[in-house]
């Protein structure tokens, strides 16, 4: 801080300023005291330091402080001071026993000169890792957000972990605290990554620092991979769990972003459970988001009543928070929906700033990786080589008090009337065997020789002295080789570590590619669109006038007036579009199914033209014409098809037109679809009365083409995954879980699919014949089966196994010829053996309920699918000149498969 002797003026300047003249009579009179004082005040004025420049070096110390000794944390041993000193004040303390979180306090406030707030905070902080520490009491939950209990009610004491990887007071070095009492680690000696396993997050004063966690098995295994030069990948891993898109993660560098999610699950068609809550965000945070989001209207979730509230917190051991919807809400939108508008998702930002060498660096993960594993192999070869040096010395020691006491040369200072004369004596005694020693003997070594007890004298026994000398050479043999080999000795070091602490530490945090949400798509219809076509209004306030649809706030709207202009705008309250409307609706952005079809008369010429064409993509609130420009044109027919239909006109001209043909039918089949500004196709060149529907359209479109991307578990029709094949609107998808259920679905796009949950995933045929083989646990026996799908209900399952608990379905298959290989025993404990099982020769099919052929089997072990059989059509067969016979091993299987099926 500034010296306040510095700024204030001292008692006589305070005087002297107070005596001085006024300045005009310092002008009129002018004394010999006046020129002394003025000399005076210039010398003063000479003396003085500019207050900016103190200011700017105060700040600058000050930032350097905050940086170098509080937020941000040292490369060598990932930690913050407050963190270091706070496991210096529990190793300290250790006993093997837990420890008053106060006392520890209390121990650390020896060594950070901060309160014992900070200190508390910190360490609580790392207690809720659940990596350096033991811990006993009530220490929050960093998933509800729920705080820790007072320190002195709760316990903690250092984890083996920790004493195994963070400490070595032989390594370790040393500086004075801040009042210079105690002695206190400048960093700490950790084999170990510790700062990517924990984390951090501070803020300095120009900086910050943001390092996720990551997962502990794969710190080490990528710190193996490093030490073998090989490529790694990491990304983080979260104790809360979720699921986590790191396409962008970019190695942890400032710039890099990953996007976080809650796993939501859907309990059944009313009620959505959201598992676990993404990193940084609690379940009352989430809740809070959610109800929120309803309010707005982005979401539709059941109205509380008195009993039930519509977002249900059940969180204990387990997160789970129950979300009821709206009857007839689509729970896939709705969870679309929750990650778009609520906290489900959240974008985490990292920015790796760590002190190097006393400087702040901005550094990826891999860097960080590499430091703390260069340096790891670094302690690891000190400690070696101070193991070496003791080793060293007792085998030097162990030696020369062999000499000592089998020579007799305790017997030949019995004599020696001074101990000079006695070390004198020793040294002359040990001359011959010098030679052998690796250093030379000091005074040191003899006086420590002095100091061999007489009774040790009388019971030393040499053989046990040369096999300790053994073993000790034995261990110093092996400490040399594995300084030799240091880099084998560090990756062993690592896998005892992985073996020793990391069961238990599996990745919690699932690693998936997440498909990009479309607010405007999966927003719930909070509003309704109303228009005034005459005035030319549009909006969700019109509510006097004609009603067109449900929409969200967020949507935007496009527009076709009756002079041929079109628009889109952002749904508003109330908004001028332009009079004579004679369409609006809701715009969907790259829809490009939706075609327009209109008649427009071109006013200039007098010609009817018509066209069809899509509107993919514009800019908001920009008018484009649809007819050829000229003025006081307009559109005399229009429709919207959703699916590219094309209708039958009537066209009638006026009775004035000098056309034979006064009346005649127009087919928009025969318009090709073009771009919003192609002029179209001559309709009629005479005056045209009235244009009437006649018959509505097919589609000209065909099917849609729809991919599906295993990754995402999303269809799309951007050509990401599987084809699945081209869909009418009657066609749907058949899904077969893995627990033995089936549903149909539709192929709308936002319908969402766990693939991890899925072992069938295809176009639905009606005449598609499913092959299965399950555990039917009420029979304790295992079925083979062929049925059709005869259902036709849209997202409702059915099991193909039965209710029974136990029941599992171990493979299912579409292929028409399947292969099913079949590891089993016949008899219980007989031999294991395989077979090949081809159901289409034998098995009936029957109806999805019927159990199936019972297998002969007392225990199928293993059930996998083989390639389909390939079988030639009988007509092709007989067009074949040479028959191709089966080989040994068809010829078997088929001889199996029938054996199989006279057994059922």
């Known amino acids: ?83 270091r000193r706070i496991l210096h004040a529990l190793h300290e303390m250790d006993d093997g026993r837990f420890n008053k979180v106060a006392n520890v306090i209390g121990q650390t406030m020896q060594f950070h000169p901060h309160g014992d707030a900070s200190i508390g905070e910190a360490l609580v902080n790392i207690g809720q890792k659940e990596l350096l520490f033991d811990t006993q009491g009530s220490w929050g939950d960093v998933r509800t957000g729920d705080g820790a209990a007072a320190p002195r009610y709760i316990e903690v004491r250092l984890s083996k972990f920790a004493l195994d990887t963070v400490y070595n007071d032989k390594t370790t ?96 068609k009313k009620t959505l459970a959201i598992r676990d809550v993404p990193f940084g965000v609690t379940t009352s945070q989430l809740i809070d988001s959610i109800v929120k989001a309803a309010e707005l209207g982005k979401i539709r979730i059941k109205a509380p009543s008195r009993n039930v509230a519509a977002v249900v917190d059940n969180t204990a051991k387990d997160v789970e928070i129950l ?114 020693f690796y250093r030379d003997i000091v005074e040191d070594d003899l006086i420590r020789l002095t100091e061999i007890k007489i009774k040790r004298i009388s019971k ?105 202009k079109c ?33 427009y008369l071109d006013a200039k010429s007098g010609i009817s033209m018509v066209k069809r064409f899509p509107v993919t993509g514009v800019t908001r ?18 429709s919207a098809n959703d699916n590219g239909e094309a209708e039958v006109i009537t066209v009638n001209l006026t009775a004035q037109s000098s056309a034979k043909l006064k009346q005649f039918d127009y087919d928009f089949a025969s318009v090709g679809i073009k771009n919003r500004s192609a002029q179209g196709n001559i309709l009629t060149k005479y005056p045209v009365r009235k244009l009437t529907l006649k018959t509505g359209g097919v589609s000209t479109l065909g099917g849609v083409d729809i991919w599906y991307d295993e990754h995402l578990g999303r269809l799309n029709r951007d050509e990401r995954g599987r084809l699945l094949g081209n869909f009418d609107a009657k066609d749907s998808i058949l899904v077969v879980y893995k627990d033995g259920q089936y549903e149909l679905t539709s192929f709308d796009l936002t319908n969402r699919y766990e693939h991890g949950d899925i072992t069938v995933l295809e176009k639905f045929d009606p005449d598609c014949v499913l092959s299965a083989v399950y555990y039917e646990a009420n029979q304790k026996a295992w079925y ?26 171990l493979a299912v298959t579409l292929d028409q010829y399947p292969r099913i290989e079949l590891v089993h025993q016949v008899k219980d404990r007989g031999p294991v053996e395989t077979m090949m099982l081809e159901p289409e020769g034998f098995i009936e099919i029957r109806g999805w309920k019927a159990l199936g052929n019972k297998l002969p089997f007392a225990r199928v072990k293993d059930v996998r699918l083989a390639e389909p059989k390939v079988v030639v059509p009988s007509a092709a067969r007989a067009a074949t000149p040479a028959a191709v016979p089966l080989d040994e091993d068809t010829a078997s299987d088929e001889k199996e498969s029938v054996q199989l099926g006279l057994f059922s």
């Open 784 to 809: 083979v089966k062929r049925f059709k799908i005869e259902t036709t209900s849209l997202d409702k399952k059915f099991s193909i196994i039965g209710d029974a608990k136990g029941s599992k379905l």
């Open 173 to 268: 070095e040393w500086q004075l605290s801040y009042d210079g009492r105690k002695k206190e680690p400048v960093t700490l000696p950790v084999k170990f990554p510790l700062l990517l396993a924990q984390g951090v997050e501070g803020i300095a004063v120009g900086l910050s620092t943001k390092i996720l966690p990551h997962n502990f098995n794969e710190l080490i295994e990528a710190s193996i991979q490093i030490l073998k030069d090989k490529p790694v990948v990491l990304y983080p891993d979260f104790q809360t769990g979720g699921l986590i898109d790191v396409s962008n993660y970019n190695d942890g560098h400032r710039g890099g972003k990953v996007r976080v999610r809650a796993r939501i699950e859907e309990v059944d």
């Open 1 to 83: 801080m500034m010296n306040e002797e510095n700024l204030d003026p001292t008692d006589d300047e305070r005087q002297a300023g107070a005596d001085q003249p006024a300045p005009e009579d310092a002008a009129v009179e002018s004394t010999g005291a006046d020129e002394q004082m003025a000399d005076a005040g210039a010398a003063s004025l000479h003396d003085q330091t500019v207050v900016s420049g103190l200011y700017q070096n105060y700040f600058l110390d000050y930032a350097s402080y905050v940086i170098l000794e509080r937020a941000v944390p040292a490369v060598e041993d990932g930690l913050k001071p407050v963190q």
């Open 460 to 564: 030393f026994d040499g053989f046990k002295a040369d096999e300790l000398m053994r073993r000790l050479e034995q261990e110093l043999a092996e400490t040399e080789d594995n300084l030799a080999n240091i880099t084998r000795f560090a990756i062993n070091y690592y896998k005892d570590l992985q073996k020793k602490y990391g069961k238990g530490r599996e990745r919690k945090t699932e690693i998936r590619a997440f498909n990009t949400i479309a607010a405007n798509v999966v927003a719930a219809a909070n509003q309704k669109l109303y228009v005034d076509r005459e005035g030319g209004f549009i909006g969700y306030g019109l509510k006097k006038d004609e009603y067109v649809s449900d929409c969200s706030d967020i949507d935007d709207i496009i527009v076709f007036r009756r002079d041929g």
């Open 621 to 638: 609130d920009r008018e484009y014409d649809l007819t050829m420009g000229n003025p006081k044109s307009k559109i005399t027919y229009f």
């Open 567 to 599: 628009l889109v705008t952002k749904v508003q309250e109330k908004v001028f579009v332009g009079k004579d409307i004679l369409y609006v609706s809701v715009f969907k952005k790259n829809d490009e199914r939706k075609i327009y079809n209109l008649v």
């Open 323 to 436: 979300v009821h919807l709206q009857p007839g809400v689509s729970p896939d939108v709705t969870i679309d929906a929750l990650y778009a508008f609520t906290d489900c998702e959240v974008s985490i930002s990292p920015n790796a700033c760590v002190i190097i060498g006393d400087k702040p660096h901005f550094v990826s993960v891999l860097d960080i990786l590499r430091v703390n594993t260069h340096q790891t192999v670094h302690l690891l070869q000190r400690e070696l080589e101070i193991r070496r040096g003791e080793l060293m010395e007792r085998l030097l020691y162990s030696s020369l008090e062999k000499i000592f006491i089998e020579n007799r040369i305790y017997r030949k200072i019995e004599e020696c009337e001074t101990f000079d004369a006695v070390l004198a004596t020793i040294d002359k005694a040990l001359k011959p065997f010098k030679k052998q």
